[in-house]
């Protein structure tokens, strides 16, 4: 069953900011080098918001559901053939629902050692120049004031 066996191919993006514009990345262990703000595929079972509270908690220990906004768009990009036995054969797109999550002010973060290695907060700029992604630096662009 596809509910099982394979990764649904939809996933969010989370921007975090502080007003003062620092925007928080995370490196992924897997590829080394590789910045990106909170991502992650949704369940089978599960709405966007719903999985975007739960990666923002599991990657950095924060709760966030009264400071998520919906920013209402979607980015539909190919998945890198190195990643593509993780879906359903003939899969080739994937849909990321974006939000956004301002804070007052830079916290600590709860780091989830199984994906990531380490977490910075940089100025919008340069986070919008370091993240490996085209679609993570436009978000931090647009949100974040970069």
């Known amino acids: 069953m596809a509910t099982t066996r394979y990764k649904r191919p939809e996933s969010v993006l989370v921007v975090i900011f502080a007003v003062s514009g620092e925007v928080l990345l995370l490196e992924r262990r ?18 966007p918001r719903e999985a975007a509270i739960r990666e923002v908690r599991e990657e ?6 009264d400071r998520l906004v919906d920013c209402r768009y979607s980015n539909r990009y190919e998945i890198l053939p190195a990643w593509r036995s993780r879906y359903a054969p003939g899969t080739g797109f994937n849909t990321e629902h974006v939000f956004r999550v301002e804070l007052a002010e830079i916290v600590p973060i709860q780091l989830s050692r199984t994906e990531h290695i380490r ?7 340069q986070a919008a120049e370091r993240v490996g992604s085209l679609t993570n630096g436009a978000a931090i662009e647009r949100y974040a004031g970069a």
């Open 119 to 125: 977490a910075r907060w940089l100025p919008a700029r």
């Open 60 to 65: 950095t220990g924060l709760l966030v559901q």
């Open 30 to 47: 897997q590829p080394a080098g590789f910045w990106q703000s909170v991502t992650g595929s949704l369940a089978w079972d599960e709405a």
